[in-house]
């Protein structure tokens, strides 16, 4: 058990987390993710902004230990797309994972692996959203300034990016009259 980290303190503000390891995900990072091509490849030639960054804080790594992540998103879009994350399943599937909102504004997509059945929900300033295991996730910022959040989920959870990489998620979301609209990809 690492003691430093039984106890810490996050910035709701800016993300961060004092000694916590930090990944940094750009634009680049995001090959594939945006159904919108041609305007990630137009975002991508004028520059490579960071997208989001997620600081993980892994306590204790028994069995029914927890870990948690402070993520934060930036706002900005491709097209018509909010910046997302890469989402992904856990790969140990059955762990699920709760989200609870800090700042800023903007949504979840679920996808159960087995169905594909999509919901996609809000994640607002004092939002909690449960993630079931066996459900894909990706985030995604709505709102005009960083969307600020943590998840909390098993230690043993482990992120699983493959097979989001080879498939991508059945939906998209896309802005539409300034509001966020899950479509088919
Ligand atoms: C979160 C995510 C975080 C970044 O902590 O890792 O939102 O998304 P990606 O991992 O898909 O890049 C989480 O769901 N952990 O399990
Ligand atoms: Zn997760």
């Known amino acids: 058990m690492n003691n430093t980290l039984l106890s810490t303190h996050y910035n709701p503000t800016t993300g961060e987390i004092i000694g916590a390891p930090v990944v940094k995900r750009y634009l680049v990072d995001l090959r594939g993710c945006f159904a919108g091509g041609a305007a ?3 975002a991508l030639a004028r520059g490579n902004p960071l997208l ?11 069995e029914g230990d927890l870990h948690y992540g402070l993520g934060v998103i930036y706002p900005g879009k491709i097209g018509d797309e909010y910046y997302m994350t890469k989402g992904h399943l ?4 059955p762990a699920g994972e709760f989200y609870f909102g800090l700042r800023g504004a903007g949504v979840m997509l679920l996808e159960d692996e087995a169905t594909g059945a999509s919901r996609l929900l809000p994640l607002t300033v004092n939002a909690v959203v449960y993630v079931p295991g066996h459900t894909a996730h990706r985030t995604m910022n709505t709102g005009a300034e960083p969307l600020v959040y943590l998840g909390v989920y098993p230690a043993r959870a ?13 939906m998209c979301v896309v802005e539409r009259d300034g509001l966020p609209v ?4």
């Open 40 to 42: 990630y490849a137009v």
């Open 52 to 62: 989001y960054s997620v600081a993980s804080v892994a306590p204790a790594d028994g």
């Open 90 to 93: 856990h790969a140990w599937r």
């Open 158 to 170: 482990g992120h699983d990016y493959g097979v989001i990489a080879e498939r991508n998620f059945r």
């Open 182 to 185: 899950m479509i088919k990809r």
